[in-house]
């Protein structure tokens, strides 16, 4: 029996190599799919088959990673590099949609979440963005799973004047740098403030759009909002996500603000002494 050589090198499992190649395919299409989404190149349909059809060749590369163990084992190829390389960015795409798809098992198909379901914030501007159907608060079904699933997301009360409140909410709009589209400031005229904002998803970049109302009342001002998916069915959690993180940073924030305080009425001026009259001797 002829012996190999030691210098030569043992041949590659080809279920190895196309491993490694699909993994890395996976992640290029993956890839696209997200600067696709976040530049608004393409519609979102389009954008989210291409995102599937990269999770497919991930799911590829981790069986062929697994199958090609089996013929590295038997036949002593080489190959293994190519094998773990697969298997590596198999799980690493399909970590996050995973994570999701255990969210979406434990919270509700819901995607408009507000702190007050009765009389929920309108979309004025942001309307004539959202698709057909999808500007006006669902209704009690989805207030009864909100209330189940989120009994945190309550309006704010704050001590303040509407004015300041706007300003702060405000800021912290700008601070996460949430698209603004439209402001309405609380004045004489106006009695209720509003901010229209579209926020994105972290990794995604799918858009959301908010809507923040400044109401005064005796207390100070109570602060309503709405965050609500633009598209799908299942926001995965989201919606409430930002609005806890909104509110709670509204509530910190408007605690440093001092309030105005009233101008304090000046008092009238001393009327000038006039000079004693000349005596006559």
Do not use: C
Not at 228 to 249: I, V
């Amino acid at each position: 029996m002829l012996r190999r050589p030691v210098f030569e090198k043992e041949p590659v499992s080809k279920l190895a190599a196309w491993s490694g190649r699909l993994g890395v395919f996976a992640l290029a299409v993956a890839a696209l799919s997200v600067i696709i989404l976040r530049s608004g190149l393409l519609e979102i349909v389009p954008a989210l088959a291409t995102f599937a059809a990269a999770l497919v060749f991930a799911g590829l590369a981790i069986l062929l990673a697994f199958a090609s163990f089996v013929t590295i084992w038997r036949q002593g190829l080489s190959g293994l590099g190519y094998s773990l390389l697969g298997i590596l960015l198999g799980i690493l795409l399909l970590a996050y949609p995973g994570y999701l798809g255990y969210r979406g098992l434990k919270l509700p198909a819901i995607s408009d979440i507000t702190t007050d379901p009765t009389n929920p914030p309108r979309y004025d501007v942001l309307a004539r963005l959202r698709p057909r159907g999808r500007v006006d608060y669902p209704g009690a079904a989805v207030a009864d799973k909100q209330r189940a699933a989120y009994p945190d997301i309550q309006p704010l009360q704050l001590a303040l004047p509407a004015k300041s409140a706007y300003d702060v909410a405000l800021a912290i709009i700008t601070k996460r740098k949430w698209l603004i589209v439209d402001t309405r400031a609380p004045s004489a005229t106006r009695r209720d403030g509003s901010i229209e904002a579209v926020a994105r998803t972290p990794i995604m970049g799918f858009r959301d759009d908010v809507v923040i109302r400044i109401t005064p009342n005796a207390q100070g001002t109570r602060v309503d909002a709405r965050s609500a998916s633009r598209y799908g069915t299942h926001d995965f959690g989201a919606n409430a996500a930002r609005l806890r993180a909104f509110l709670e940073d509204l509530d910190d924030q408007a605690g440093n603000v001092s309030e105005p305080r009233a101008e304090e009425p000046k008092k009238p001026a001393p009327a000038p002494k006039r000079p004693p009259a000349n005596r006559r001797q």
